[in-house]
């Protein structure tokens, strides 16, 4: 375990259900990530969030929202998805202005769009 | 642009043989640099990293890196490999101090006994 879980850890929806993907870090790391994980293609940063301000949106489809009420919890609203957006969607959190940065990853979750 | 390229994509190799993953990265500034693995239906998992100081990096598991600078590398070895090192790994490197990790496309490696 690495001190950051995720709910659900596999999720099938529908192209018109509106679903949300949670986060929560046990390390008391003030920066979070999502990170999407697709088959042979490198994992791709998706969203940052520092104290609870999102610092980065790597020009991600609006049916995506990302939500971060607190330095512990980072949730991902999904709704209208398209079964391109199938993949693993992976958490990460870490201690933001340290000089190493390094990432402690949750499990992620399995989601299917049919 | 920032960019990290492992030219493995899969690996296959028995038990006991020696092991040489190649990462190459492209970034203007100073690195750290790491190894993650993703052993089967697991999460993301830190091998090794690479801040400052010593080039040869030695992590969990027997496994070890080495920056080489001049050639923007930072290779994984393993001397004798065992069947429980099935899986997925990442390269990935941000610069001092910044957040975005880039990621390799990742090499899946496989052992057979």
């Known amino acids: 375990e690495t001190g950051v879980t995720q709910t659900p850890r596999h999720l099938v929806m529908g192209m018109t259900n509106k679903k949300s993907l949670k986060c929560e870090q046990h390390?008391?790391?003030?920066?979070m990530y999502w990170y999407k994980q697709s088959a042979k293609k490198p994992l791709e940063l998706m969203f940052v969030?520092?104290?609870?301000?999102?610092?980065e949106n790597n020009s991600v489809p609006s049916r995506f929202s990302p939500e971060c009420p607190n330095s512990s919890h980072l949730f991902l609203h999904l709704h209208t998805l398209q079964p391109e957006d199938s993949a693993l969607y992976l958490c990460?959190?870490?201690?933001?202005?340290?000089?190493?940065?390094?990432?402690?990853f949750g499990p992620g979750t399995r989601l299917t769009v049919l | 642009a920032q960019s990290v390229s492992q030219h493995n994509h899969h690996v296959i190799l028995s038990e006991a043989a020696s092991l040489e993953l190649g990462c190459n990265y492209s970034?203007?500034?100073?690195?750290?640099l790491f190894w993650y693995v993703q052993y089967p239906g697991q999460h993301l998992q830190l091998l090794l990293k690479?801040?400052?100081?010593?080039?040869l990096v030695k992590g969990i598991k027997g496994f070890e890196a080495e920056f080489i600078k001049s050639k923007f590398s930072f290779n994984l070895r393993k001397p004798s490999v065992q069947w429980s090192d099935t899986a997925e790994y990442f390269c990935?490197?941000?610069?001092?101090?910044?957040?975005?990790?880039?990621f390799g496309q990742g090499t899946r490696l496989t052992i057979n006994p």
């Open positions: 990935a490197v941000n610069g001092q101090g910044a957040q975005k990790l880039v």
């Open positions: 990460a959190s870490s201690q933001e202005r340290s000089s190493y940065n390094e990432q402690f």
């Open positions: 969030y520092n104290f609870k301000e999102q610092t």
């Open positions: 390390l008391g790391h003030n920066a």
């Open positions: 970034y203007g500034g100073t690195v750290n």
């Open positions: 690479y801040f400052s100081g010593d080039p």
